[in-house]
């Protein structure tokens, strides 16, 4: 029996190139897809409110105002970000949310959602440092890891000298997951952003970052060594040592 050709360069590249679009095209599909049927669902709820309104107030049965779904559902995403940046408005919102939370369905759905949408925001990003690997959870097994922090410990035990304060997190939610205390030594920086360490564990491994040529980190990046990261950084400045017992 004679064994498959293998498949020719040209198929190849057609198939490269296929993926690329899919990848390109399916966040922009998926984007525009929520867009309408949030459209869909205001303008299905009070778009007959406004035109029953309306023909009362002019006296026309038949009078109809297109774009109404489309006009409330921006004041409807503008009066929730008003709230959420008032104390009063945040209470609001967290009442909702905790009765969102007590029905199943909607709990999974709106928790999962909520999640990602917080993990990939700017605001989110912003408060991790840095990208590492680390060996989790065991030896030869590597987990992504996101820094928070830095402390040194040293006065409570040798081991815990110079730690790196880390998040793992979970996959597909990258907002649920573990705080570890590891050895700085025992940390080995990825050339990557934040941003694409993110996005790599919430596709699950799928889209892979491409990494920087090592040795030529960012501006952001503190200097390290060949293995792990290094000394210790002013970033880790507000973990300071904890004093012996007895002193201030």
């Known amino acids: ?10 198929r190849i ?4 190139i296929l993926i690329a679009g899919l990848i390109i095209l399916a966040p922009v599909a998926i984007t525009l897809w929520v867009l309408v049927q949030l459209f869909q669902i205001m303008d ?24 109404v779904g489309l006009l409330l559902t921006l004041l409807v995403i503008l009066a929730l970000g008003w709230l959420s940046t008032h104390v ?23 928790g999962s959602t909520k999640g990602i949408l917080q993990a990939v925001s700017r605001e989110k990003a912003e408060s991790f440092k840095r990208v590492v690997l680390i060996e989790y959870p065991k030896k030869d097994l590597f987990a992504i890891a996101f820094v928070t922090g830095g402390t040194r410990w040293g006065r409570i035990d ?45 596709s699950g491994g799928i889209l892979l970052p491409r990494l920087r040529r090592s040795g030529t980190p960012t501006a952001t990046d503190p200097p390290t060594e060949s293995r792990g990261l290094g000394p210790r950084t002013d970033n880790d400045a507000t973990n300071p040592p904890i004093p012996p017992p007895g002193e201030p």
């Open 44 to 67: 299905g709820i009070f778009a007959p409110l406004v035109d029953q309104v309306l023909r009362r107030t002019f006296d026309q049965p038949d009078l109809h105002v297109p774009g």
């Open 1 to 10: 029996m004679k064994s498959p050709l293998p498949p020719s360069p040209f």
């Open 88 to 110: 009063g408005g945040r209470r609001i919102l967290r009442f909702f949310e905790r009765i969102l939370f007590r029905i199943p369905v909607a709990r999974t759905i709106y």
């Open 158 to 202: 040798d081991r815990l000298e110079d730690l790196l304060l880390v998040f793992v997190p979970t996959t597909p939610n990258p907002t649920s997951g573990f705080l570890l205390l590891v050895p700085r030594q025992e940390a080995v920086e990825l050339p990557i952003t934040v941003e694409e360490g993110i996005r790599m564990v919430i």
């Open 13 to 16: 590249r057609l198939r490269r």
